[in-house]
């Protein structure tokens, strides 16, 4: 039922009847299907309203599917309750009768006959972007309505808002960088350049600043004479080819013109049915060769576990997103600002005092680090080698900072403006300091998760000078060459080559399996900064790095990009005025994971000094993995303290006993506070595992506060339960893969210009990777597979357009998309971790914790838990591969990618 509401508004009201949970699956997916083709057809802008008898039971797990249920869920979820989840999050809904606190009698709408059990099985919901219009949600118990199940009653007060535009926003000049992917343009742009560069006359004396300022305002003149100003802010299909597509549109046009005219023959006609023909046998190939490409590049993402790289490629798939007028609360939370003027002056506020906290290390813990020697290589001048490096290693397609001109200019701008760089870089360096506009900042927000009017729930991002990128990229390479490997700890896997968050979770989940065989108990600590990054004392963080042997010229130049920095907010294309920023590293600076990694090695190496609380393993690298004898001999093992694990600025400690851990967090927070760093009480949270004598778990306390204990931890994107088990973790994973394949639906599922071939390519790049993050870590049961098959097929099915009633088997489906079955997808995915573990060197964590066993401990009688290395055995099986030669295989990385594929 559609009825129509002022404004020229809408609400759509859906009533349905679900099967119950002893239907059959063919009807469940029936039902499911065509209330899918229902939400489809349901206009964008309309008000939805979706009600009725769900025979479901979708329990209370906020944190799994965050944007479906509210915090006052009752129960657990059933089969039919992950359908309706699924079925939600595809379709960004949230179900309103979780979102409000009641009673238990007002919550739960039915009652069972035989249990006596009441259920909440009926449900009212709507649009994630309306709950804010529902007032209460609740069951009205004194209705009769000759039924079995109570009534449900919703307060609604819609709030219609009128067309959004935004309020004389300007958005900053930019080129039109998307012409260089073209040869010819790529080779003019180079031509122009060698002749304004050659043009370029500045006086001599110049200050940096001032070579700087004419470089800058001649690459950017010459930049947008040659490829002129992009047409619209966001790429998509017809990019790369759009003058071609531009001329078959006027040639369709043209011929329509003729056909229109009175005296029109046969001739005209056709010609107009041949330039219709044309122009959309081109558009057909454009789309298809552009999601080709995507998926690709996707899929090589998810491959390299590159996650910047694979979000990055998700936005541009997914398009531009809508966005409303911005509203943000006032910093004593008591007004709501929506002027843009307002919204501006709050987010400056905002980072002024954020980016100016005081935070310094104290004398004494300085004193404490032992001096190394001084690398006095690292204050030679920048090669010409070195500056090409970096500029070779910046990334395509990132925002620019305040100059406005983009890496792509820097790569493609010729010989003449590569050797004006590398000059100026050279005159930095002797002068010591570098331009102004290098230290600057243009700070854009990126929302992170919770109220979005509080400005403490976003991220700041600061938009940086691609040339002081070029810059701080060579100070890295330095650093990351001659002080990192000797300083950072094997446990620290944050932006250093070769390391992934995978890494991490791997490690975590392999110590939880192992203390499980091994009967033993484990306490867990999560420790959250509050704003790690931008609370590091700059002046402390400058004089540990002479401790730890870089010389004083190259901690100057470092020094120089930080002092003196200034930075304005971005909103909507509005800049604020300009403020001092005088602490932290800049998040969206290449130097800032490893100058924050630095700072946490030196704070980990005054916590822990002659500590020996932890885990302890035994490990034999070079060993048969599937043979556990050779642990008896215990000299040719190596015994291996795991007390922390590192990624960037999350930190997860470990220890078997709650003495233990509690003195590990005491030294950890001890140490925090001497280098400047602050614990967040309420994020950091506790996770305990139990052995089987089931030993009461222990408060752990930070500073006289008890942390949260929990069931549960999402880590470093991939849910860790206190049973080990990864029930939890793939009901998450489908939430998302479920979200992910919902915004596709309109863009790419229902394209019929797009090829099955090319869709399967993408479902697999986009939702699959999704759906599959971290699965390389998993110890996977049979129930598993079956869960994630289904779900998969669920999806292919909706591609296709085909329901149960077609009688399509799965091996069919599959084929028509081109995918592999989920378990292929699997075994792939464990058996190329596997490899890829094999060819790590023997000193690297997750190498060292699978080939180990807990130091104490013995297994416990009965059946053993299906371990992580008894999977690896059973796909080595799968995909024939012997287990005398496998680890001989593996070492060969092309012949192990075709095996296990």
């Not at 129960?75 to 379709?91: I, Q, V, Y």
């Not at 043009?199 to 001599?204: A, G, P, S």
């Not at 003027?341 to 980016?355: D, N």
Request: charged share 25%; proline share 3%.
């Amino acid at each position: 039922m559609r009825l129509p509401l002022a404004n020229d508004n809408y609400a759509t009201f859906i009533s349905v009847y679900a099967p119950t949970l002893t239907n059959t699956d063919e009807k469940k997916e029936a039902f499911y299907n065509q209330l899918a083709c229902t939400l489809r057809q349901v206009p964008h802008t309309d008000k939805l309203i979706l009600m009725g008898d769900f025979n479901a039971r979708i329990g209370s797990d906020y944190d799994k599917w965050p944007l479906v249920l509210g915090k006052h869920g009752i129960g657990k979820c059933n089969s039919n309750g992950e359908l309706l989840l699924s079925l939600c999050s595809e379709f960004e809904l949230t179900v309103t009768n979780t979102m409000f606190k009641q009673r238990d009698e007002t919550e739960t709408t039915w009652m069972h006959p035989r249990s006596k059990h009441w259920h909440m099985i009926d449900f009212i919901i709507t649009r994630c972007r309306e709950k804010m219009d529902f007032h209460s949600t609740r069951v009205m118990r004194g209705a009769n309505c000759w039924t079995d199940h109570q009534m449900l009653r919703s307060k609604v007060a819609f709030c219609l808002r009128e067309k959004y535009s935004k309020q004389g926003s300007k958005k900053p000049s930019k080129l039109n960088i998307a012409k260089l992917n073209a040869i010819d343009h790529r080779e003019s742009l180079a031509r122009d350049m060698n002749d304004a560069i050659d043009k370029l006359d500045v006086e001599e004396g110049s200050s940096v600043d001032q070579e700087w300022t004419a470089l800058q305002q001649v690459v950017f003149n010459t930049t947008k004479t040659s490829l002129g100003k992009p047409n619209r802010r966001h790429q998509d299909w017809f990019d790369p080819d759009d003058q071609k597509l531009l001329q078959l549109l006027n040639n369709r046009d043209q011929a329509h013109q003729k056909v229109l005219q009175s005296r029109s023959t046969r001739s005209t006609v056709a010609a107009y049915k041949v330039a219709c023909r044309q122009l959309q046998q081109h558009t057909r190939s454009l789309k298809t060769a552009w999601w080709d490409r995507k998926a690709e590049e996707l899929q090589g993402a998810a491959d390299r576990n590159d996650m910047k790289g694979f979000y990055s490629g998700l936005k541009e798939i997914w398009g531009p997103q809508k966005k409303g007028p911005v509203q943000l609360k006032s910093a004593d939370g008591q007004e709501i600002f929506s002027d843009n003027k307002r919204v501006l002056e709050r987010w400056s506020e905002h980072f002024q005092k954020l980016l100016n906290v005081p935070g310094e290390i104290e004398p004494e813990a300085l004193d404490n680090i032992q001096q190394r020697t001084i690398k006095t290589c690292l204050d030679e001048t920048p090669s010409m080698d070195e500056t090409m490096k970096a500029i070779m290693g910046l990334k395509d397609g990132k925002a620019p900072g305040g100059d406005g001109i983009p890496a792509e200019v820097w790569k493609h701008g010729g010989t003449n403006l590569l050797v004006k760089l590398h000059q100026l870089i050279h005159k930095a360096w002797d002068e010591g300091s570098v331009p102004q506009a290098w230290k600057d900042a243009t700070i854009i927000t990126i929302y992170k998760k919770g109220d979005r009017t509080d400005c403490g729930n976003y991220r700041g991002i600061s938009l940086l000078s691609v040339a002081g990128k070029v810059f701080a990229r060579i100070l890295l390479d330095r650093l990351s060459q001659h002080i990192t490997p000797e300083v950072v700890p094997e446990s620290q896997c944050g932006f250093r080559s070769n390391r992934s968050t995978i890494d991490m979770i791997f490690s975590l989940r392999q110590i939880q399996e192992k203390c499980i065989e091994q009967d033993q108990p484990l306490y867990m600590v999560f420790v959250d900064f509050t704003k790690a990054f931008d609370t590091v004392g700059r002046t402390g963080l400058w004089k540990l790095l002479r401790k730890y042997g870089c010389p004083e010229k190259f901690t100057s130049m470092i020094e120089s990009l930080h002092t003196g920095m200034k930075a304005n907010v971005s909103v909507g294309g509005e800049t604020s005025e300009t403020f001092d920023v005088t602490n932290g590293v800049k998040q969206g600076c290449v130097l800032a994971p490893t100058l924050f990694s630095i700072l946490l090695s030196a704070m980990l190496e005054e916590a822990f000094q002659g500590m020996k609380d932890g885990v302890y393993i035994q490990s034999r690298p070079d060993a048969d993995l599937f043979n556990t004898t050779h642990f008896k001999a215990r000299t040719k093992s190596t015994l291996v303290l795991i007390r922390e694990l590192l990624f960037a600025d999350d930190s997860a400690l470990l220890a078997h006993s709650p003495q233990e851990i509690q003195r590990i967090i005491n030294a950890f927070s001890d140490a925090s506070k001497k280098f400047g760093l602050k614990i967040n009480i309420k994020k950091t949270e506790v996770l305990y595992q139990p052995n089987s004598s089931r030993t009461q778990e222990v408060d752990v306390r930070v500073d006289g506060n008890i942390l949260n204990s929990v069931p549960e931890f999402t880590y470093l994107g991939s849910t860790v339960r206190k049973d080990g088990q990864i029930d939890a973790e793939i009901q998450r994973r489908m939430a998302k893969a479920s979200a992910s394949f919902g915004r596709l639906h309109q863009r790419l599922w229902n394209n019929h210009h797009v090829s099955m071939k090319v869709k399967g390519k993408i479902y697999r790049a986009v939702v699959i990777s999704t759906l599959l993050y971290g699965a390389e870590s998993w110890t996977v049961y049979r129930r598993h597979v079956k869960k994630l098959h289904a779900f998969m097929m669920r999806h292919l099915r909706s591609i296709l357009k085909i329901t149960w009633i077609d009688k399509m088997t799965n091996k069919e489906i599959l084929d028509k998309t081109g995918l592999p079955s989920m378990e292929d997808l699997l075994i792939r995915k464990n058996l190329r971790w596997t490899g890829h573990l094999m060819r790590m060197p023997q000193d690297r964590l997750p190498k060292q914790i699978l080939f180990s066993q807990l130091h104490v401990g013995h297994r416990k009688r009965g059946r053993p838990r299906l371990r992580y290395k008894d999977t690896i055995k059973r796909n080595l099986k799968q995909r024939n591969i012997k287990l005398e030669s496998w680890a001989k295989l593996s070492k060969q990385r092309s012949e192990w990618r075709t095996a296990v594929t």
